[in-house]
């Protein structure tokens, strides 16, 4: 959900400000979509593969005795804002996947459409 947020914001020509290589790259010189993620630098697209990997491996924690997807065991709170009775959670799981399952087809769309060239339709450039 957050890619697709991020592709539209970075397509709107809203960019986070300064470096994102010692070499005075700056995120706005990226540009968006396949083009943005090509030109990242190796060593950034390596840290953030570090990072993600050790949130993986030592941080998120799946509860044995849970539902799938159930990080209460990591060392990061997570978990339930309020008091829900358990049809309300199974409710809420389920609305969270159905709306992540439009997030992945959205983001292929717009993956889809940068790679045919269509993207400029939609975000002209300035």
Do not use: C
């Not at 008091?83 to 389920?94: H, S, V």
């Amino acid at each position: 959900m957050l890619g697709v947020v991020g592709y539209l914001v970075n397509a709107a020509g809203i960019y986070l400000p300064g470096p994102i290589a010692m070499d005075g790259t700056k995120f706005s010189d990226l540009g968006y979509g396949w083009a943005a993620s090509e030109a990242v630098p190796v060593a950034g697209a390596l840290q953030v593969f570090a990072f993600v990997g050790a949130l993986e491996l030592a941080v998120w924690k799946q509860d044995d005795a849970s539902f799938p997807g159930d990080f209460s065991a990591s060392s990061i709170p997570v978990g339930w804002v309020g008091d829900y009775t358990e049809e309300e959670k199974l409710n809420k799981r389920a609305i969270e996947l159905n709306q992540g399952r439009a997030a992945q087809m959205g983001m292929l769309a717009l993956m889809v459409h940068d790679k045919l060239g269509n993207v400029e339709d939609f975000f002209p450039s300035s």
